[in-house]
Structures are given as structure tokens and as C-alpha cells.
């Protein structure tokens, strides 16, 4: 059963350059690294996740929605995924203050992958009221 977990290194090379980690920041933040300089702890990263949280929980309530909510609940979900990019990338930087496990940072990711569905049926909603 360990065989199937994952390194550090292991996840890097998956995720590194992966395209659906990108899906909102790419739209959003293009050539934009505000974002990705002010990530430097777990605690940025959790800031990140829950602002997007709260405000989707905020959104589910609002009918109905209109443009300027969807923008900003992409520009949270890239936000998020600006900061899981950063822990990929400087996981082993000794200068940086990120402390994740290789089955915390697995966690992680699939906690970007869980709210970029939950964005996508919010954006759906919004598609179907219009």
C-alpha cells in the first residue's frame, strides 16, 4: 500500500505544470505575480482557501447572480490557486516557510480540483437563471 503513495518530488512532477491547476489564475492573474509574491506560509495558503470558501457559501445564497459575482468568486479560485502553485514549486526552498507532507500537499490539490467544481456549478447557476 505504500508503493502508491506519493513523494514530494513525485507530486511536483505531476502537478508542476499542470494546466488544471491553472484554469482561473491564467484567466485572472495572467502575468500578474502580486498574487505569488505575498504566498510565503501555510498560513497565506489557508487565507486563500478560506476566503474562496466563504465566499462561494456567500454567493450560494445570492439570487439572482450577476457577472461582476462570478468574477469575483473566479478571481478567489485563482487566488487559491496561485498559492497551492507556490507550495509546489518551494516546498523544499530552504527560504521558504511552507510546511506541507507530501499527503497534506495531495490534500491540497485535490482541495483545488473540489473547488474548482464548486465553482463551476456556481457558474452553472448562473448560466441557467440567465
Given amino acids: 500500500m505504500s508503493d502508491n503513495k506519493l513523494t514530494l518530488q513525485d507530486l511536483r512532477t505531476k502537478y508542476q505544470f499542470d494546466k488544471k491547476l491553472r484554469k482561473y489564475s491564467d484567466r485572472h492573474y495572467s502575468n500578474d505575480n502580486s498574487v505569488f509574491g505575498k504566498v510565503t506560509s501555510n498560513i497565506d495558503v489557508v487565507q486563500h482557501r478560506n476566503y474562496l470558501v466563504n465566499t462561494l457559501e456567500y454567493y450560494k445564497k445570492i439570487s439572482p447572480l450577476v457577472r461582476d ?28 516557510n511552507f510546511e506541507y507532507d507530501a499527503e497534506e500537499l495531495n490534500e491540497l490539490i485535490e482541495d483545488v480540483f473540489t473547488q474548482q467544481e464548486n465553482v463551476n456549478k456556481l457558474l452553472f447557476r448562473k448560466l441557467m437563471q440567465d
Fill in 69 to 96: 459575482d462570478i468574477k469575483d468568486v473566479e478571481a478567489a479560485m485563482a487566488r487559491y490557486e496561485i498559492a497551492v502553485r507556490k507550495v509546489i514549486q518551494n516546498f523544499d526552498n530552504q527560504y521558504s
